[in-house]
């Protein structure tokens, strides 16, 4: 075989195509056109992966849609450092808040005065308040996972995500007050299985034309993240 009018030896192509089948085998590994696990146990898999990661950013965004006007409820970006250090800043209830949980110690910025405000022996377990921004895996709260079903792939700025749908039995009893009816989308990572995105979506109790949504996001896995306290002690 000859290319530009050189010779090459049957070496070099046994090498090459050694080197074009291990690209094909890599490939099929990484990005699976059909997973190899069933969608209940691949759901499952990857948001206990996502639990165990030892550090990693955040996103949610939760709104409602209250006679036909959406309303954004919350908006926050969220810090993660092992599983006592969160730092998370954005929007609650039309309220700007900078909150950091460092251990038992909680600093939350005062928006008026633009003072930190340090409270000692604050177990994180204690913010109900902020419990879905501070730990967003509380949104993945499940009794059951209904109705599981892998609904193909998709790809996200370049990289490739399994997707799955889900009709849960939610274990929230917070968001099982006013709401029912939960539909969840998930955005998997292949490889390792991680939750890379997760879309929600309940009709109100009241009303079942008013609605609640949730986005929520996670990057930058096990990643450098370091948080330290906003203020000298």
């Known amino acids: ?10 070496k070099w192509i046994t090498v090459a195509a050694g080197i074009l089948a291990g690209i094909i085998l890599l490939g099929f590994y990484l990005y699976p056109s059909e997973p190899d696990v069933p969608p209940r146990d691949a759901v499952i898999k990857a948001l206990r992966s996502t639990m165990q990661a030892r550090s ?4 949610i965004k ?11 409820v919350s908006q926050v970006q969220g810090w993660k450092e092992n599983q006592d250090r969160i730092h998370i800043k954005g929007q609650i209830f039309d309220s700007e808040i900078d909150f950091y949980q460092i ?7 005062d928006q008026l005065t633009g003072e930190w405000v340090k409270i000692t022996d604050n177990n994180l377990n204690q913010q109900e ?30 990289d490739r995500f ?18 029912k009816d939960f539909r969840y989308r998930f955005w998997v990572e292949p490889r390792p299985m991680r939750i890379h995105k997760a879309e929600a979506e309940a009709v109100s109790k ?15 896995y096990n990643g450098d993240i370091e948080i330290q306290p906003p203020v000298k002690n």
């Open 129 to 158: 308040i902020f419990m879905g921004e501070l730990n967003p895996l509380a949104n993945f709260a499940f009794k059951e996972l209904n109705d599981t079903e892998f609904s193909g792939s998709e790809n996200i700025d370049g």
């Open 206 to 220: 009241n009303d079942p034309s008013d609605k609640l949504k949730l986005v929520v996001e996670f990057h930058n």
């Open 62 to 72: 939760m709104s409602t849609v209250i006679d036909g006007r959406e309303q954004v």
């Open 1 to 10: 075989m000859k290319i530009g009018g050189k010779p090459i030896s049957a």
């Open 56 to 59: 990693y950013e955040y996103t």
């Open 162 to 179: 399994l997707v799955y749908n889900s009709l849960p039995v939610i274990d929230n009893p917070y968001m099982e007050v006013l709401w």
């Open 103 to 109: 251990d038992s110690t909680t600093y939350t910025k």
